[in-house]
Each structure stands twice: as structure tokens, then as C-alpha cells.
């Protein structure tokens, strides 16, 4: 007797995973420094690098001289300044606090409040280091207060909730501030960022050789910024699924 079997469909493989989780405004983020990065590095001389950070790294001086005595840098160089870095090791290490804290904001926020929160996170970051060291001629470059306005952020929504399940960090409710100062996990970082960033203040170096100067006082501007404002930036997070297949849930 002849057996007839069904015909076998064929089952198609999932789509393979992309080799980079990370929302498109952090990828392009992280494109641009490395290319300005790229540039500096492989193709300005001495004298070139001197005009590129004297014209878009922030100089506290700027705003006490007049403006007759100046070019029209200083409207630019407190958002330009969070693109440049000194060195490789000052970018990698920026380049990975910006993909761990990054990730969860710009999922939550989108791209064009992204954009805004980076653009004001750097002023703010400017505004504060210009505050303490007013009239100095020091020059300040880095993503390092973007990427503190970023952790002050997620200080607000991306940490695990306590008793409760965890899901996706992007889709956490948002604390308010006296609720994030409840919660264990948030309060155990914050006090960790700022002894942190107190030890680099009186010269205690937390990484690398501690030759250059770290501008610890643009960290606590960006901090500060993205953790009293993060409520104008957000908006309200999409219902929760109940298997994700990504997280970007922050362990501390």
C-alpha cells in the first residue's frame, strides 16, 4: 500500500540579529565622532589641530572678551566642543558610556528630542565648567558631559524597578526625582558618579595615566541638566511587551 505524505513547508530561519543593538541616533552618534576623530588624527598637522580646537573647542575666556575683539565662535563652540576628543583612549572611552546610556534614552525619546537633548546637555555641561573657571583660557572638548546628561537621564526611568519584573529599560516609568532618591539601585550610582567625579577633582585619576585634565565640572553640568530636565525631553513609552527580544536594561 502506498503511504502519501503531506508536503513539507518549508520553515524559514529568523532573520539574523543585527551585529549592533543600538538605536540609529546612537549609531550615527558614534559615526560622527569617530569620523571627525578620523580626520583630525590621519590628516590635520600640528597647526591644523590648533585652528580645529581653537575654533570648535569651548574656551571659557570667549565670554569675557569683546565681542569686537573676537570671532563669532562662541555662539557654536558650546555644542561643537562635545564632538572633538585629544586622544584614542578619550574617545573608546566616551564612545562606551555613550552606547551603555545612550541606548536606553534615545529608544525612549526618538531621534529629533535625541538631537536636543545633546545639543542643550552640551551647553549646560559648557555653562557650569564656564561658571567655575569663568575667564580662564582653558579649552574644554569631549562628549563627556553629553554622556553625563545621558546617565542623569537614565536615572529616571532605565534602571531596574525594585520588585517587579524587569523588561526593556526604554519602557520603565519614569521617577520622579524624589522617587528616583528611593530607589537603591539609582541612589548606590549616583553616590558612585560623584565620588567619582570628586576624586577626579582633587587629582586622583580613575583612568589612564592621569596626565590630562579631566573637566569633572562639565560632568556634574551634563548630570545635573539630564536629571532635573529629563521630564521636557521624554515622552510617554509604548505599552509593554511581555517578551522582548532586546533589552537594554542597565545593571549597576
Do not use: K
Amino acid at each position: 500500500m502506498n503511504e502519501q505524505s503531506e508536503p513539507q513547508t518549508a520553515i524559514e530561519p529568523p532573520p539574523p540579529s543585527p551585529i549592533f543593538n543600538l538605536p540609529g541616533p546612537v549609531l550615527a552618534a558614534l559615526a560622527l565622532l569617530g569620523l571627525i576623530y578620523a580626520v583630525q588624527s590621519l590628516l590635520l598637522s600640528g597647526s591644523g589641530l590648533d585652528w580645529l580646537f581653537f575654533n570648535f573647542g569651548f574656551i571659557p575666556l570667549r565670554y569675557i572678551t569683546p565681542l569686537s575683539e573676537q570671532g563669532p565662535q562662541l555662539f557654536w563652540t558650546p555644542i561643537t566642543y562635545s564632538l572633538l576628543h585629544g586622544s584614542i583612549e578619550h574617545i573608546v572611552f566616551n564612545g562606551l558610556w555613550l552606547m551603555a546610556f545612550g541606548t536606553p534614552v534615545a529608544r525612549r525619546i526618538g531621534t529629533l528630542r535625541f538631537i536636543v537633548f545633546w545639543v542643550l546637555s552640551a551647553t549646560a555641561s559648557a555653562a557650569f565648567h564656564a561658571a567655575l573657571n569663568w575667564g580662564g583660557a582653558t579649552l574644554l572638548i569631549g562628549a563627556s558631559g553629553v554622556v553625563s546628561g545621558l546617565m542623569g537621564a537614565a536615572c529616571r526611568f532605565a534602571f531596574p524597578p525594585e520588585q517587579r519584573m524587569s523588561g526593556p529599560a526604554h519602557l520603565n516609568p519614569r521617577l520622579s526625582m524624589l522617587g528616583a532618591f528611593r530607589s537603591r539601585t539609582v541612589v548606590a550610582f549616583i553616590l558612585f558618579w560623584f565620588v567619582g567625579n570628586l576624586l577626579i577633582a582633587v587629582g586622583v585619576p580613575l583612568i589612564g595615566d592621569g596626565s590630562q585634565a579631566i573637566a569633572w565640572d562639565a560632568h556634574i553640568g551634563g548630570f545635573v541638566f539630564g536629571f532635573v530636565l529629563f521630564g521636557f525631553f521624554d515622552r510617554e513609552p509604548p505599552e509593554q511587551p511581555l517578551i522582548s527580544e532586546t533589552s537594554d536594561i542597565l545593571q549597576s
